[in-house]
């Protein structure tokens, strides 16, 4: 029965036209067609500090947890009921060792987030992740979908009751990279081609493309291209940010380039987005995350079209 509930829910949210008005429906309908390219990345910054982990390898101390829903169908309807709260410690989150080496898992059966202690700026995050290959209801005939969310900040669960406010960096099989604006008042700017092989609002990363304004209904622009490797392999993520900027990178391939990460506070005035603190989402399916660490550095990468 909630099944179905949901499956409406992220139908309603992964294909609002009817929310939106005449004129983002113009402004979609003005993107450049999107042209695949070939990127790569150029003035990687050296790190200015030492590198550190995230995750000790042996407990959760320097994360917290956090619980949406007892059941997931809600998460986007705005109930009347309260969500779990504070927990999921050694149920939904824990230390497991995988191939050798200790990760933290994340069930993804109740959605929620593991969030770190710290509120960091101005670094270059890597980690490796990846699939076991167990989804759960109402997931089961969707894509693998857990993902890292960063400049994370304000109360837990103020997001649909299930986390914090964010920019992220999707985790998502086939879509990895993608960003997307977690919470009504966040505001990220990218270039977009029309991708009509892409979920709504249909718009994929490209150089020379539109510059646009990521926001609500229009909630997600596409990763440039899908380079994540099969379920059950690891894979590498890097997120660059410096400053309001930041670079998303799967598998050594530049896939996002942002500027413009702001929120806007009630008198509707842009606030930049320069620090937070890292999420993992928990959305229905396991996942492991291992070798998690933050450099400090003073510059972006570039990315640039390959010769």
């Not at 709504?200 to 990363?205: F, H, I, L, M, N």
């Not at 410096?242 to 506070?265: E, I, R, Y």
């Not at 842009?270 to 937070?276: E, F, I, S």
Request: negative net charge; without cysteine; proline residues 7%.
């Amino acid at each position: 029965m909630f099944t179905t509930a949901l499956i409406l829910a992220m139908a309603a949210m992964l294909a609002p036209e009817e929310a939106m008005s005449d004129a983002q429906k113009a402004a979609i309908a003005g993107d450049p067609p999107f042209a695949q390219q070939e990127l790569r990345l150029v003035d990687v910054p050296k790190a200015t500090g030492p590198a550190r982990a995230l995750f000790n390898g042996k407990d959760l101390d320097d994360w917290e947890a956090w619980l949406g829903y007892a059941d997931p169908a809600l998460t986007y309807q705005k109930p009347p009921v309260k969500p779990l709260g504070t927990g999921g410690k050694g149920t939904m989150f824990k230390v497991v060792e995988a191939d050798g080496q200790p990760a933290i898992f994340v069930d993804g059966t109740t959605w929620g987030s593991i969030v770190h202690k710290d509120d960091i700026g101005n670094y270059h995050l890597s980690l490796e992740y990846k699939w076991t290959g167990k989804r759960h209801a109402p997931r089961l005939d969707q894509p693998e979908n857990n993902g890292l969310l960063y400049h994370s900040g304000g109360s837990p669960g103020v997001v649909w009751g299930t986390w914090m406010r964010a920019v992220e960096f999707e985790i998502m099989k086939g879509s990895t990279g993608m960003v997307v604006p977690v919470g009504d008042d966040v505001r990220v700017t990218t270039e977009v081609g029309y991708d009509p092989n892409t979920i709504y609002p249909k718009r994929r990363y490209m150089i020379g493309g539109r510059s646009i304004e990521v926001q609500q209904p229009a909630w997600n622009v596409e990763n440039a291209r899908d380079v994540e490797k099969p379920v059950g392999e690891w894979n590498r993520a890097d997120l660059y940010v410096f400053g309001d900027k930041a670079v998303h990178v799967l598998n050594g391939q530049p896939v996002m380039v942002l500027s413009g990460l702001s929120t806007v506070d009630p008198d509707g005035k842009k606030v930049p987005l320069t620090k937070g603190r890292i999420q993992f989402q928990s959305e229905g399916a396991e996942t492991l995350f291992r070798n998690i660490m933050v450099e400090p550095i003073e510059s972006l990468p570039r990315v640039v079209l390959a010769e």
